[in-house]
């Protein structure tokens, strides 16, 4: 089972940034992909961004151009740059981790962004 250290929510207006961090605890099995995904009030849950272990990365079209997401392999910590952020933006991020046994979800951390 993975374990999560997740942060760097909190409230911000609209314009400004942000940055997450997942750290994800040594398991026996490598972790493939790690990412952040999305989910608002009454809406399902939604891809932000994705990056392999190769550093290939996925976004979701909401957030292309404004954020990136990096990963730090040898400590299993994926972290997300937010910029230009949008009332839209607002949810709930959860740190995504994917290996051979399995998806692995976090706890949540909490993004607000005012107008």
């Known amino acids: 089972q993975v374990q999560f250290v997740e942060s760097g929510g909190g409230l911000v207006q609209s314009g400004g940034s942000l940055r997450l961090t997942c750290a994800a605890s040594?398991?026996?099995?490598?972790?493939?992909?790690m990412g952040w995904y999305r989910q608002a009030p009454n809406y399902q849950r939604v891809l932000v961004a994705v990056?392999?272990?190769?550093?290939?990365?996925i976004y979701g079209d909401s957030v292309k151009d404004r954020f990136t997401i990096s990963r730090d392999n040898a400590k299993n910590t994926v972290f997300l740059e937010m910029n230009n952020l949008k009332p839209e933006d607002t949810g709930v991020y959860y740190c995504?981790?994917?290996?051979?046994?399995?998806?692995?979800w976090g706890q949540g951390t909490q993004v607000t962004v005012s107008s």
């Open positions: 040594r398991n026996t099995f490598s972790i493939y992909r």
């Open positions: 995504y981790v994917n290996t051979i046994a399995g998806d692995s």
């Open positions: 990056i392999t272990n190769s550093d290939n990365t």
